[in-house]
């Protein structure tokens, strides 16, 4: 299969680069000048997501915003202008459930099948392999692309129908966004209560709190390495998405609320293009 990837920013590049281990990978992004690195490895350069598409069998997405996957699908120059009837579109984006089933119902129209399969692990994840991927569409596409998906991802769950890979990574942020807090407010209090936070974190890991976020996250704060694995500005992006569909169906979610919140003060503190870890400045000036 020919394979493309729309999107190489801070976890596309990582997971090119595994594609790129076995087979030629066509690429494209919005500035050519950050995906040279790649190309000089072997990517293959395509102008438009038009014209990746004309020339591959497997598409790869993963854009920033539901109205970016929406405009390289169905723009003008967007994936569905040329992929031939029997390709596969595979959205690794973190994007709206409804959004989901709508390009899925999109291609069928055109014979284009579409996989939501949005990931979960960070910047780490991408560079190690490791990513969580949470599937939605049709199983039989699914399992086509499956050993694709293992080049770069090592817990791959097929959920259901579109938007059912969508619905699950809601539930994940969900998870992350409370952990978050609870991990920068542990931190806040060992140092306020004069501890040694690196102790601190060595005791409550490997105990009944531990968390990929307490593991992984809390680290790069205790070092002030706040660089992104994933951005605050994406991850709010997400959180609203997560409470628009948990009012949807009636629920009230005051802790996803609160979260949601709190990223907000952060990204009002110029902290938008940090990583998630950022938020423990939210509490840094309490200490």
Same mark, same amino acid.
């Given at each position: 299969?020919?394979?493309?990837?729309?999107?190489?920013?801070?976890?596309?590049?990582?997971?090119?680069?595994?594609?790129?281990?076995?087979?030629?990978?066509?690429?494209?992004?919005?500035?050519?000048?950050?995906?040279?690195?790649?190309?000089?490895?072997?990517?293959? *350069?395509?102008?438009?997501?038009?014209?990746?598409?004309?020339?591959?069998?497997? =598409?790869?997405?993963?854009?920033?915003?539901?109205?970016?996957?929406?405009?390289?699908?169905?723009?003008?120059?967007?994936?569905?202008?040329?992929?031939?009837?029997?390709?596969?579109?595979?959205?690794?984006?973190?994007?709206?459930?409804?959004?989901?089933?709508?390009?899925?119902?999109?291609?069928?129209?055109?014979?284009?099948?579409?996989?939501?399969?949005?990931?979960?692990?960070?910047?780490?994840?991408?560079?190690?392999?490791?990513?969580?991927?949470?599937?939605?569409?049709?199983?039989?596409?699914?399992?086509?692309?499956?050993?694709?998906?293992?080049?770069?991802?090592?817990? =791959?769950?097929?959920?259901?129908?579109?938007?059912?890979?969508?619905?699950?990574?809601?539930?994940?942020?969900?998870? =992350?966004?409370?952990?978050?807090?609870?991990?920068?407010?542990?931190?806040?209090?060992?140092?306020?209560?004069?501890?040694?936070?690196?102790?601190?974190?060595?005791?409550?890991?490997?105990?009944?709190?531990?968390? *990929?976020?307490?593991?992984?996250?809390?680290?790069?704060?205790?070092?002030?390495?706040?660089?992104?694995?994933?951005?605050?500005?994406?991850?709010?992006?997400?959180?609203?998405?997560?409470?628009?569909?948990?009012?949807?169906?009636?629920?009230?979610?005051?802790?996803?609320?609160?979260?949601?919140?709190?990223?907000?003060?952060?990204?009002?503190?110029?902290?938008?293009?940090?990583?998630?870890?950022?938020?423990?400045?939210?509490?840094?000036?309490?200490?």
């Amino acid at each position: 299969m020919k394979i493309g990837f729309i999107g190489t920013g801070v976890m596309g590049k990582s997971i090119v680069l595994h594609l790129l281990k076995d087979q030629t990978v066509h690429i494209y992004t919005r500035t050519k000048q950050k995906a040279q690195d790649l190309i000089d490895r072997g990517a293959v *350069w395509e102008e438009t997501p038009s014209a990746l598409a004309s020339n591959c069998d497997v =598409i790869f997405t993963m854009v920033g915003y539901p109205d970016d996957v929406l405009e390289v699908y169905t723009g003008g120059e967007g994936i569905f202008k040329s992929a031939a009837a029997g390709s596969i579109c595979i959205d690794l984006t973190t994007s709206k459930p409804e959004l989901a089933y709508d390009l899925f119902e999109k291609g069928r129209q055109n014979g284009i099948h579409m996989i939501d399969a949005p990931v979960s692990g960070g910047d780490t994840g991408a560079k190690n392999g490791t990513l969580s991927i949470m599937a939605g569409g049709e199983e039989n596409i699914f399992q086509q692309v499956l050993p694709l998906l293992q080049k770069f991802g090592s817990n =791959i769950v097929f959920h259901g129908e579109a938007g059912s890979g969508q619905h699950t990574k809601m539930s994940n942020q969900i998870v =992350i966004g409370s952990t978050m807090m609870g991990v920068c407010e542990a931190l806040t209090y060992a140092v306020k209560s004069g501890l040694d936070p690196e102790k601190v974190l060595a005791s409550i890991s490997q105990g009944a709190a531990g968390s *990929w976020s307490l593991s992984h996250l809390a680290p790069r704060i205790l070092k002030s390495d706040y660089e992104p694995g994933f951005y605050i500005h994406h991850f709010i992006k997400d959180l609203k998405i997560a409470l628009e569909e948990s009012k949807r169906m009636g629920l009230s979610l005051p802790g996803l609320e609160l979260a949601l919140k709190t990223y907000e003060q952060a990204k009002d503190i110029g902290l938008a293009e940090k990583g998630t870890q950022a938020l423990y400045k939210v509490y840094e000036d309490q200490i």
